[in-house]
């Protein structure tokens, strides 16, 4: 079984719930888990991811270019890393589950850059997170499949209900478009194993099927 397992997809698509379901499952196996959720927001290391989500950069989210942004969340990560879970992970029996991680700069900073540039921003990415400052590399990503019209009737459920605002990502309809089309072209590039949430009408998919589907994609 893989032992760093990221779970990522649009907003309202139920990442940490499945990312909580997993940890439960596991441990209830007697296996030792770490969940991790990023970005930290409450962590040193996320001053500038929450400096852009809050629009205090721009207030749209092309206004911080992919690259940008991208590092804003990959100094996240590191700072994370270095300062709470590197012990965890190089712990042979603990297994980490993470909700977001690298594949969300795939997703929502690929979506802001030409079609023809998204081999070479991937490529760059993979190489900057992982070979360059050394962040570790999931062994799998499961990418919740979630069409944006959904993500966005949720995302306003959730805000009238709640009175949280929404961040720049989550108040642009036409960002979740493009992240929606970057998400199942990195699915694809990368290797990412999707499970839709809906159903073909776009009814919403139980959470308790969703994580079945999880479980064997996991082989678990």
């Known amino acids: 079984m893989a032992k760093f397992i990221a779970i990522d997809g649009l907003d309202g698509s139920g990442k940490e719930t499945q990312s ?3 940890v439960k499952y596991l441990e209830e196996k007697g296996k030792k888990v770490r969940l991790l959720s990023f970005p930290t927001y409450d962590g040193k290391g996320s001053a500038f991811v929450d400096m852009y989500l809050k629009g205090e950069l721009g207030k749209n989210p092309e206004d911080t270019n992919a690259y940008a942004a991208s590092v804003f969340f990959a100094m ?3 700072y994370s890393f270095r300062t709470d879970w590197s012990k965890d992970y190089y712990d042979e029996d603990t297994y980490i589950i993470a ?3 690298t594949s969300a700069n795939a997703v929502h900073q690929l979506s802001k850059l030409p079609r023809d540039t998204w081999d070479s ?3 760059w990415l993979w190489d900057f997170e992982f070979k360059k400052i050394g962040l570790p590399c999931p062994d799998k990503v499961i990418y919740l499949e979630m069409r944006p019209e959904v993500s966005m009737s949720l ?3 959730r805000s009238q209900q709640t009175g949280r605002v929404k961040d720049i990502h989550e108040a642009d309809s036409n960002h979740l478009v493009n992240s929606y089309k970057a998400a199942l072209y990195s699915s694809e590039k990368l290797g990412w ?6 159903d073909e009408n776009n009814n919403l998919r139980s959470i308790k099927d969703i994580f079945a589907d999880i479980l064997t994609k996991l082989e678990l």
């Open 76 to 78: 996240d990560r590191y």
């Open 99 to 101: 909700n977001r991680y």
């Open 155 to 157: 995302i306003n459920s």
């Open 20 to 22: 909580k379901q997993l």
């Open 121 to 123: 921003f991937l490529s």
């Open 193 to 198: 194993d999707i499970i839709h949430c809906c």
